[in-house]
């Protein structure tokens, strides 16, 4: 079992940032496969970011550009840099663990997670 914590959510004007954190422990790797996938009001979860166990990073093309996806291996740790941050990008950010190595492209898929964190909001105001 693999248990993820995330926190640094808030409410942020529209240009701000904000970084998030998603804390892993139990039976956890540095090698694992992370991600983050967010889900807005009324909306699907729709994928955010992703590092492959070989440290390849995917983007959303909606945030491309303003999002930063890195880990801390030593501290069990994935965040989320957001900057430049738009109305649209408010939701409740989710912190996903395969649960083992992976490095193929359909990691941006939320099928290929088996570990969920609760969620952390991220408002942004216009």
């Known amino acids: 079992q693999v248990q993820l914590v995330e926190s640094g959510g808030g409410l942020v004007q529209a240009g701000g940032s904000l970084r998030l954190s998603c804390a892993a422990s139990?039976?956890?790797?540095?090698?694992?496969?992370m991600g983050w996938f967010r889900q807005a009001p009324g909306k699907e979860r729709e994928f955010v970011a992703a590092?492959?166990?070989?440290?390849?990073?995917y983007y959303a093309d909606s945030v491309k550009g303003r999002f930063t996806i890195s880990r801390d291996n030593a501290k069990n740790t994935l965040y989320l840099q957001m900057n430049s941050l738009k109305p649209e990008d408010t939701a409740v950010y989710y912190c996903?663990?395969?649960?083992?190595?992976?490095?193929?492209?359909?990691?941006?898929?939320?099928?290929?997670?088996?570990?969920w964190g609760q969620g952390t909001q991220v408002t942004v105001s216009s």
């Open positions: 996903a663990s395969v649960g083992g190595p992976y490095y193929g492209a359909d990691i941006t898929e939320a099928y290929r997670y088996s570990y």
């Open positions: 139990g039976r956890t790797s540095a090698t694992y496969a």
């Open positions: 590092v492959s166990s070989g440290g390849s990073t």
